[in-house]
């Protein structure tokens, strides 16, 4: 096949030729010189055939262009002269070398993305005869240098990968130095990986000094965490300005060098208040003054150089350093005269030892009323923790279910319950960063706790962070007289809104405000809702109609019907009379209501909920029955673009403006106060579903 083809290729040059002569002798055959200049021509042509047919089946590839087909057959035709005899290996290694190690160079030469293909596709068992002798194919000990330029690893290690062949680790002009760099900057944790298991032997295998200052520039968290970790020579030089340069946003990097005792320069850094953490983590290594009235009382490490006076007034007041935030209480230096978080834990309160307080020892077991549930003391408190004096607690449906543990969640055990809680601000932690002081009321709702730093914690998704404690779940919650809760999430109640009014907004209003939030509706727009008159159902109704919707109320019962005609609404339907569905579409002019928020707590109030649906419709699913299942007709919830949205509690943003408008007057809460001892008679009304309102327990 080979002679074939190249054969064919001389024919096919000596056709052109002989055309030509043939055109060229019918022009100048009457003369005797034109016929001498045509056999001329001829001869040059024979010549030039013998030369190609002689080249060609040489094999040397090397002094006419390769055509990737071409390569393709002479590397196939080699291998299979390879299988078949032992005398053609020598010939097979010759035109693979020839062949394969002109295409990866030029591969590399050319830029092409396809390198890796390249090697895959090559024997890599025959390297050590390909890339032999080095003399004649200089480029070979370039491949490894030009894989680092650029930026792809893999195929440097592959390179690295032959442990037989040397001749790389050998190749003076390469520095691992710049590896290292190239894969400290570009994140690269397995290159790195790789060099600091396969190349200790080597004499430069001592890494750069300055490698995480270079980490840091680059804003490689994950490289920075690794090299504090594995090779701490190359943390030696951290300076200054690599911390400063790493401030601009990038605050989980700012985060981990502030916590990091290998990384105590960051004390020194201007950007230090930007930081969204308690400054505690500063307190192993504080810097040797901050400001005139501290800077006779530091006492710096020897190693420290005592900065001169010039610097002593160099931090703002927003320094979130060591000294800044333990500046003794009368500190007059301008950071302490309006600092706006706590220097040390105050209170104006006389905080006992024990409490009363409402446990759950275990799921679905009998409540314990414990009158000496212990009280976490001013001391005691994190940075960052509120102590809450509370005053009034909600009862939700939510903590029925936690107590009767059937959720598919497992909930804290033993658990103080609740999260509805109103109170004062009783104490505040050691240098916690906050503008909350002591006696200003605030409301501990369900969600206690998040990071803040997540995707959905920027989003305002704060809810589903996955790092988020939930008061009454995972923490202790407002079934108590104190309670432990966080300053970033305590939420301010308004002065004109009554402790005992706020409680109950805390969780339902704030519930059903961000339920009706997820409608994305206008002003008119027509919203059923199952279970009107229920804890969620009568906040609910109100804040629709705040907003401007149209509510149709669903429930049973004359007790029901007169709480939501209280609230002035006209269409209330009775789910115990009559088709519901023909009552719903009878009150929309027979096109369906704009959105649906089921807040009942029972399983049945789901069947239906889209059936009252109008195109373009939504269904908010709010109230948590216990197994129970919303089925939607495919063909129908595509034909009619339904949407089917499940709504958990609201942000922090959320609360502020539903606790608003309660106090601007827009809702009002029906409930009824009983003692936070009658807690289990609650209970067991709420499961009987014979509670009208909200029921609110006095704390006090």
């Not at 035109?95 to 591969?107: G, P, S, Y």
């Not at 002591?438 to 809810?463: F, H, Q, T």
């Not at 966080?486 to 301010?492: E, I, K, M, N």
Request: charged residues 20%; proline residues 6%; negative net charge.
């Amino acid at each position: 096949m080979k002679c074939a083809r190249v054969y064919s290729d001389a024919a096919l040059h000596a056709a052109l030729l002989l055309t030509g002569a043939v055109f060229v002798w019918i022009w100048l055959a009457d003369t005797i010189r034109g016929r001498v200049w045509v056999l001329s021509v001829l001869l040059w042509a024979m010549l030039h055939l013998w030369r190609l047919i002689q080249t060609r089946s040489k094999g040397d590839e090397f002094r006419e262009p390769i055509e990737e087909e071409d390569a393709t057959f002479e590397i196939e035709e080699a291998r299979v002269q390879a299988w078949r005899s032992p005398a053609g290996a020598e010939v097979a290694a010759r035109v693979i070398r020839n062949v394969e190690l002109f295409r990866l160079i030029m591969t590399f030469k050319r830029g092409l993305p396809n390198l890796v293909v390249e090697f895959e596709r090559a024997s890599l068992d025959d390297w050590f005869d390909l890339i032999e002798p080095q003399d004649e194919y200089p480029e070979v000990g370039m491949l490894p240098k030009l894989a680092i330029w650029k930026n792809d690893f893999r195929v440097f290690r592959m390179l690295q990968g032959l442990q037989e062949f040397s001749y790389y680790r050998r190749d003076p002009t390469l520095n691992f130095g710049d590896v290292r760099r190239f894969a400290a900057v570009n994140g690269r944790l397995d290159v790195l990986e790789y060099l600091h298991l396969s190349v200790e032997d080597a004499p430069s295998s001592q890494w750069d000094p300055h490698l995480l200052n270079e980490a840091i520039y680059a804003g490689q968290l994950r490289v920075v965490r690794w090299l504090i970790a594995h090779r701490r020579e190359a943390c030696v030089s951290l300076t200054s300005k690599a911390i400063n340069s790493s401030a601009a946003g990038n605050f989980e990097l700012l985060k981990f060098l502030h916590e990091e005792p290998a990384t105590h320069l960051l004390s020194h850094s201007p950007f230090c208040w930007l930081l969204p953490t308690p400054p505690s983590a500063f307190q192993p290594f504080q810097p040797p003054s901050c400001c005139a009235s501290c800077l006779a009382s530091a006492s710096p490490p020897a190693a420290w150089p005592r900065p001169p006076a010039s610097r002593s007034l160099a931090h703002t007041t927003q320094c979130r350093c060591g000294n800044c935030v333990q500046h003794p209480t009368g500190c007059t230096c301008p950071r302490c005269q309006s600092r706006s978080f706590s220097v040390q834990s105050q209170s104006h309160y006389d905080i006992p030892k024990t409490q009363t307080a409402v446990v759950f020892e275990q799921n679905n077991a009998p409540l314990q009323v414990r009158k000496d549930w212990p009280v976490t003391q001013q001391k005691e408190l994190k940075p960052g923790e509120v102590l809450v004096r509370l005053a009034y607690s909600g009862v939700c449906h939510t903590d029925l279910h936690v107590w009767l543990g059937d959720w598919p969640l497992d909930n804290k055990l033993p658990l103080v319950g609740g999260h509805e809680g109103a109170g004062y601000v009783a104490a505040i932690g050691d240098h916690s960063y906050t503008h909350l002081k002591i006696g200003d009321p605030v409301g501990v709702k369900w969600l206690a706790n998040s990071c803040l730093g997540c995707e959905d914690c920027r989003k305002g998704y704060e809810s589903t962070c996955v790092d988020a404690d939930l008061h009454g779940f995972t923490v202790d919650g407002s079934f108590q007289q104190w309670c432990v809760s966080y300053a970033d999430h305590v939420t301010p109640i308004p002065t004109e809104l009554p402790m005992h009014a706020a409680a109950p907004i805390l969780c339902a209003g704030v519930t059903v405000y961000k339920a009706l939030k997820e409608i994305g509706g206008v002003c008119g727009d027509s919203v059923v809702i199952p279970g009107a008159g229920g804890g969620l159902g009568h906040l609910a109704c109100q804040y629709a109609r705040a907003m401007g919707y149209r509510v149709i109320a669903i429930d049973s019962g004359d007790d029901k019907r007169k709480l939501v005609a209280s609230y002035g609404i006209k269409d209330f339907i009775d789910f115990k009379e009559g088709n519901v569905r023909d009552k719903v579409l009878a009150a929309t002019e027979g096109r369906g209501a704009h959105a649906t928020v089921v807040v009942a707590s029972g399983g049945e109030a789901y069947k239906d909920a889209l059936s009252f649906l109008r195109p373009h419709g939504a269904v908010v699913l709010v109230g948590l029955p216990k197994d129970t299942y919303i089925t939607a007709e495919v063909f129908g919830s595509v034909l009619n673009a339904h949407r089917i949205i499940g709504s958990y509690v609201g942000n922090r943003q959320d609360s502020v403006e539903a606790l608003k408008l309660a106090a601007a007057g827009d809702v009002s809460t029906t409930y009824t106060i009983e003692k936070l001892e009658n807690l289990p008679d609650v209970f067991d009304r709420m499961a009987a579903g014979k509670l009208a309102g909200r029921i609110v327990l006095d704390c006090e």
